[in-house]
């Protein structure tokens, strides 16, 4: 008897809670089991909102699981509806199929049989079927993506997280095979809240931090912690000003959905924006750093020696390099440190400090590699040298060498010159 593994899989988190797709692939492969007189069931896998276009083979872990499998020979039969539920990159997929093929095992679909790789015709085939299903997953991705865009510019709301401040109700728009589709409106609890934050921020000169502190102590609540990130991107949501978004489409203003002023937000966006101290590094440049092989990027954002590799000894969390500003009579004083967020937010309950003081943290570290350094050999040192002027001779040397070469060769250009002009 083959021992039959199954497979299915669908691309959306929406068909995984709405639909019965997933039941409906394994009927399917079911009921063409039970036809097979030579065909034993062993087990199955699933893959719920995993792309076949977007997500590489590599990143899926049925897939992985399912090779590792094959490898130790624990089934005979790879079985799936179709074979797009294998996955859609035409330069990927068509050898997952070989390899799975190479190993001994066979590959089934239910509506298009077995797929062989017998001849070149049948290489082909295998190849010209994943390039379809990759077009077809392009063509609906460009499809998809024009239409929300057009949905965004309509002020339609596209679904996802409910942003804080609203809630979805349905209104009776109904989708594709009788889906409810939701609509905003304001949240007549949460929404007050929401106002309350751009005052903070754009009338009373709070910082992020101490808004969200402030909110924490006045509105106790363990599911939710405020803290200055959620209040960044609050200031920066387009929402609040009754706008929906989709990268940079935005809709006209829906003043039934604006808890904002525009005022208020370009306002608070420029503060936000203000208090952000000066990095001797972009945020873009960190993430473009070359990493040395088998090292773990970490961000280096920020002015601070040690930025990136410190963290607090009470929560185990990173510190965040950045200054204490203060305005001083004849000059802004910026004095370095390093701030633990899970001590400055109260509700995250670290017993540590807030903030330290960057220069005595430092200085502890450097006279530890200071020392380090003066513990090693001299003879280190001489090596190193001898070999700094080995390269500088050498580098003067092979300068010498091609000055000479250019020298040679210009005046054989200046006495070709001379007889071009005797002519």
């Known amino acids: 008897m083959k021992r039959v593994l199954c497979l299915y899989r669908v691309s959306t988190k929406g068909l995984v809670d709405n639909k019965d797709d997933i039941p409906m692939q394994r009927r399917e492969c079911m009921d063409f089991i039970e036809r097979q ?10 893959e719920k909102g995993v792309s076949g276009y977007k997500v590489s083979a590599a990143n899926r872990d049925a897939i ?13 039969v790879l079985l799936v509806f179709m074979f797009d539920r294998l996955g859609r990159k035409e330069d990927e997929t068509p050898f997952l199929v070989k390899w799975f093929i190479e190993h001994g095992i066979e590959v089934w679909s239910t509506r298009e049989g077995e797929q062989k790789l017998d001849n070149q015709v049948d290489r082909l085939l295998n190849f010209m079927r994943y390039w379809a299903a990759s077009g077809e997953s392009e063509t609906t991705s460009i499809r998809v993506k024009a239409a929300h865009t057009q949905m965004t510019s309509d002020g339609i709301w596209r679904g996802g997280n409910c942003p804080y401040g609203y809630k979805l109700v349905h209104n009776g728009r109904i989708g ?7 609509d905003l409106e304001i949240d007549e609890v949460t929404a007050p809240i929401v106002m309350e934050i751009f005052d903070l921020i754009c009338t009373q000169g709070y910082g992020t931090l101490r808004a969200a502190n402030y909110l924490n102590a006045k509105y106790p609540d363990p599911n939710k912690v405020w803290t200055a990130q959620t209040i960044r991107n609050m200031i920066r949501n387009p929402i609040y000003g009754g706008r929906m978004h989709m990268n940079d489409t935005l809709s006209g203003p829906i003043e039934r959905l604006r808890l904002a002023t525009d005022e208020q937000i ?15 590094i972009s945020e873009r440049e960190a993430e473009n750093m070359e990493v040395p092989q088998g090292a773990t990027k970490i961000s280096v954002f920020g002015a601070s020696v040690l930025s990136g590799i410190l963290f607090c000894g009470h929560c185990g969390k990173r510190l965040i390099g950045s200054y204490h500003t203060r305005q001083l009579a004849s000059h802004p004083y910026h004095r370095p440190i390093y701030r633990c967020y899970n001590g400055a937010v109260k509700a995250k309950q670290c017993d540590g400090l807030s903030v330290y003081s960057a220069i ?3 200085s502890a570290v450097m006279e530890v590699v200071y020392d380090y350094f003066s513990q090693m050999k001299e003879t280190v040192d001489d090596v190193w040298r001898e070999d700094a002027r080995k390269a500088l001779r050498n580098g003067v040397k092979a300068h010498e060498r091609a000055a000479i070469s250019r020298l040679e060769q210009l005046s054989r250009d200046q006495d070709g ?4 002009i005797m002519k």
């Open 176 to 182: 594709k095979k009788n889906r409810q589709l939701y």
């Open 37 to 46: 007189d030579d065909w034993v069931f062993v087990g199955e896998r699933m």
């Open 64 to 76: 992985i699981e399912i090779r590792e499998m094959a490898e130790k020979k624990q089934f005979d």
């Open 417 to 420: 010159l001379k007889k071009e």
């Open 360 to 362: 005595k943290i430092e």
């Open 266 to 280: 370009e306002f608070g966006k420029y503060a936000i924006a203000k208090r952000i101290p000066h990095k001797y």
